[in-house]
């Protein structure tokens, strides 16, 4: 029996033995798909001055989470076993700063014209980015934490469009 994900649809990385396998995308039709996720890393007012006034001795902070998230969005099927190589046609990292809780959001859009969806892809950028921040303020404080890392928005393929309709979860 196929294992299910409660909602009485078959999870797809299953073969009919319910052993795990890549899907089969051979027979989908290109489409344009797109995928926006978002998280944030929260730290003390200390760290979050270093960011502020870019005084951390490793370099820029947001311009190299910025290329890490990049290179983790075009890395994701090397990261995670069951993805599949896709050719990226656009991602965007923005980050949003927030003074009043010494905090960083980061957002990634990704997007493709193929035969699968970039969800991964985007949430993997985020995690990448934010763990970036994370190890180039780490020698500052050990005790950020990393929250709401989820996607927002998917759109394209079959399921069509999807947005996150949760409680806010920015910070």
């Known amino acids: 029996m196929l294992p299910s994900n409660g909602n ?5 990385h ?3 033995d319910g052993q795990a396998h890549m899907v089969d995308i051979a027979g989908k039709t290109d489409t344009h ?13 200390r760290t979050w001055e270093h960011v502020r006034s870019g005084t951390t001795e490793k370099g820029d902070v947001l311009g ?3 290329t890490a998230a990049i290179m983790g969005a075009k890395r994701t099927s090397e990261l995670i076993p069951l993805c599949h190589p896709l050719p990226l046609t656009h991602i965007a990292i923005d980050f ?6 010494s905090g960083i959001t980061c957002r990634a859009l990704v997007e493709t014209i193929g035969k699968t969806g ?3 892809e985007a949430l993997t950028a985020v995690q990448i980015a934010l763990l970036t921040i994370y190890d180039m303020l780490k020698a500052v404080e050990k005790g950020m934490v990393i929250k709401h890392v989820h ?3 998917k759109q394209g ?9 949760g409680t806010d979860v920015s910070a």
């Open 8 to 12: 009485n649809k078959k999870l797809t």
């Open 14 to 16: 299953f073969d009919g």
């Open 33 to 45: 798909r797109s995928a926006t996720a978002t998280g944030t890393i929260l730290m003390s007012p």
């Open 64 to 66: 190299i989470a910025r």
């Open 96 to 101: 949003e700063l927030h003074d009043d809780k």
């Open 118 to 120: 970039v969800e991964m």
């Open 151 to 153: 996607l927002v928005h």
């Open 157 to 165: 393929g079959q399921s069509g469009d999807w947005s996150y309709s």
